[in-house]
């Protein structure tokens, strides 16, 4: 299972259901891999061409995208800028809020738009 550590079993499960229903949608696009699983950061990562471009952590949805865009979904409250538990938060990285009504796929394809930019 991903880095679902600090949620709870129904919240884990739920998240992680969803997470694999992006994935699903998503590996079958050029170049994306799916998570490799094992121990360590970005084992529950969804690559193109070996970036990270989204991932579940500790029951959220993290995305990279451009840092304007984490922005106004961080002023609207629907999620934090991630921090890889560095102590300094990633302006192109958004932890979606639990409670959000955004879809995670569109988030994620928005990602993958993002890492094929090449930003």
Known sequence: MPDDAGTS???????????????????GSPGVTPP???SGFGRSALRWEKKIFAMLVRGRLV???PAGRV???VGAGEGVHFDANKGTPMKEWL????????PWLPLAREAL???????
């Open 113 to 119: 738009e993002f890492a094929q930019a090449g930003r």
């Open 36 to 38: 490799r699983g094992g």
């Open 71 to 73: 922005d106004a979904l």
């Open 9 to 27: 079993g129904a919240a884990a499960e739920d998240a992680w259901r969803r997470f694999e229903d992006v994935v699903d949608e998503l590996v």
């Open 63 to 65: 995305v990279k995208l």
């Open 95 to 102: 932890s979606l809020d639990p409670e959000s009504g955004l």
